[in-house]
């Protein structure tokens, strides 16, 4: 009998990952336009994004902030340092990321200028240096909560953190009924969709209409 109810919840549980990750997998990287590859640029963009989203405000807005700092051409910290503290302001209100908007400009300025100092603009140095976390919390504008949103995605080309599921997502899985443990919801899916799989439960937690969808899709 503990056999049986333990292959019927398995199956509930891939049931409902599998609903996540068909209607709401999709990462933050790739909802804000970037092609995560473990060079430059692409993770750059990707911290960018980080401290765009750990802010009070919402993620649409921060991930629409992220686009238009890019379309503007701001995706090196090169770039980002040359840019001038007003066009970064202008870009993050083209995105509409009005709240915080001058401060992050300064924040953004300074941490490409860290970048490019310590790290030679290259954040793959910061990961050959051992201590991803300790780098990502000196640069200005990224916390604990900025450093779970960047490794949470980065996971995706740093196999090395896999799986890493913060507490944001875990609070997502309960939210579905799923496993609040990062290695049971592992088991759940092929390594190469922990990313997916955590954007999904991040969104999960922070809507209880796509957890609402994602039940209802998956029939339990």
């Not at 909802?31 to 590859?37: F, P, Q, S």
């Not at 209100?93 to 001058?102: P, S």
Request: charge should be positive.
């Amino acid at each position: 009998m503990a056999r049986s109810q333990s292959s019927s919840r398995n199956k509930s549980d891939k049931a409902v990952v599998r609903a996540l990750l068909e209607r709401h997998g999709q990462t933050y990287a790739r909802e804000a336009g970037i092609t995560l590859r473990d060079t430059p640029s692409p993770l750059y963009r990707l911290l960018v994004l980080s401290l765009l989203l750990s802010a009070r405000i919402r993620a649409d807005i921060a991930v629409a902030a992220s686009r238009a700092l890019s379309d503007a051409g701001m995706r090196t910290p090169r770039r980002m340092a040359d840019a001038t503290w007003q066009q970064r302001v202008d870009a993050l209100g083209e995105g509409g990321y009005r709240r915080y908007d001058e401060r992050t400009s300064t924040q953004l300025g300074e941490g490409a200028e860290l970048l490019l100092s310590e790290y030679g603009g290259d954040l793959r140095k910061a990961r050959r240096d051992g201590d991803v976390a300790k780098a990502l919390r000196e640069v200005p504008g990224i916390g604990p909560v900025g450093v779970a949103i960047f490794l949470r995605e980065a996971q995706a080309v740093w196999p090395e953190f896999r799986p890493y599921l913060d507490r944001k997502a875990l609070q997502g899985a309960g939210e579905l009924g799923l496993p609040e443990s990062a290695e049971k919801l592992a088991d759940l899916v092929p390594k190469d969709d922990l990313a997916r799989l955590a954007a999904g439960l991040v969104r999960a937690a922070l809507s209880s209409e796509v957890a609402e969808d994602v039940r209802e899709a998956a029939g339990v």
